[in-house]
């Protein structure tokens, strides 16, 4: 199953040698046009060494019309690399998922830039 492979990801994350890694929680509210406002309630843990950061997080979503913690279990994983050839420049990712009724996947990338 996905979720195996995202917890055992962030598992071996953290093992690496010199990661810095501390646990946290995250409520993030997300709306797609045309569906229910659903309130992510995670737990997850984020490190980072050597240019690079990481975090892994999963947990509920309630349903924010309702009130009601639903049977769908949201989780993502993503990280981020610093100064990548030009100081100031990152590149980051993230790859989620959704189960319940129908699972569903995402995913995002990005380049930031930071003026220094």
Known sequence: PPMKSIIIAGLLLGAAHGVQAQPYV?????QAFGSNTLTELHVGWEGGANGASYFVQGGPAVDSTSGEVSNIFTAKI????????VH??????????????????????GVKYHFH
């Open 26 to 30: 995250n409520a993030e509210v997300n």
């Open 88 to 109: 100031g420049l990152d590149f980051y990712g993230e790859l989620g998922l959704s189960t319940g009724a129908s699972s569903s996947y995402a995913a995002k990338a």
């Open 78 to 85: 993503g990280g981020e690399v610093h100064d990548v050839g």
